[in-house]
T-cell receptor, first 115, second 117 residues
């Protein structure tokens, strides 16, 4: 079964510092991978996606992620954190072929940005 | 223009009641979903509805029943509500059967926070 593991339920960075949110996947087939962001009391917004084209994927708000098959990882990074980046971040992987195209989500990482 | 909308945003009700949550998407997608987000913010798929084919998650109690009058709407009806049903329910949509990576790229509604007392 396809699944993702997000390392670190809480990550705290200073404003201007590098953001690194970790995601490792497990999949029996080449996966499609996604990062979503959830701001308080809001729905999920797609940040970026990996769909087997380029391994370095650029998304919105200055975020990017690199697909590394050898490490089964898809970590999310941003060079310089802004206060507005504080939110919950979810890594997700495409589900099994009989899942009706559902996504399997990680448990989320809460990003705190301090002044 | 709201891509995926849900009503109501908040729903407070008592145990044993029956309630419905409505979802509409104007993206032209042919697949819609319901996810449940628990108090620890874990998101889990409940249902996927693709071109009138319902994919049921076996862990979902049969008190939950999705209904899709057309491709743009997917409602969730819940019978005999229990305390454990308290959660945030998200509707989402994607291209689904059109194939390829976009099948899985999902757009989410704002969520419905259900509180059962």
């Amino acid at each position: 079964a396809q699944s993702v593991t997000q390392l670190g339920s809480h990550v705290s960075v200073s404003e201007g510092a590098l953001v690194l949110l970790r995601c490792n996947y497990s999949s029996s087939v080449p996966p499609y991978l996604f990062w979503y962001v959830q701001y308080p009391n809001q729905g999920l917004q797609l940040l970026l996606k990996y769909t087997s084209a380029a391994t370095l994927v650029k998304g919105i708000n200055g975020f990017e992620a690199e697909f590394k098959k050898s490490e089964t990882s898809f970590h999310l990074t941003k060079p310089s954190a802004h206060m507005s980046d504080a939110a919950e971040y979810f890594c997700a992987v495409s589900g099994a072929s009989n899942s009706g195209y559902a996504l399997n989500f990680g448990k989320g990482t809460s990003l705190l940005v301090t002044p | 223009d709201t891509a995926v909308s849900q009503t109501p945003k908040y729903l407070v009700t008592q145990m044993g009641n029956d309630k419905s949550i409505k979802c509409e998407q104007n993206l032209g997608h042919d697949t819609m979903y319901w996810y449940k987000q628990d108090s620890k913010k874990f998101l889990k798929i409940m249902f996927s509805y693709n071109n009138k084919e319902l994919i049921i998650n076996e862990t979902v109690p049969n008190r939950f029943s999705p209904k899709s009058p057309d491709k743009a709407h997917l409602n969730l009806h819940i019978n005999s509500l229990e305390l454990g049903d308290s959660a945030v329910y998200f509707c989402a949509s994607s291209h689904g059967a059109s194939g390829g990576p976009s099948s899985y790229e999902q757009y989410f509604g704002p969520g419905t926070r259900l509180t059962v007392t």
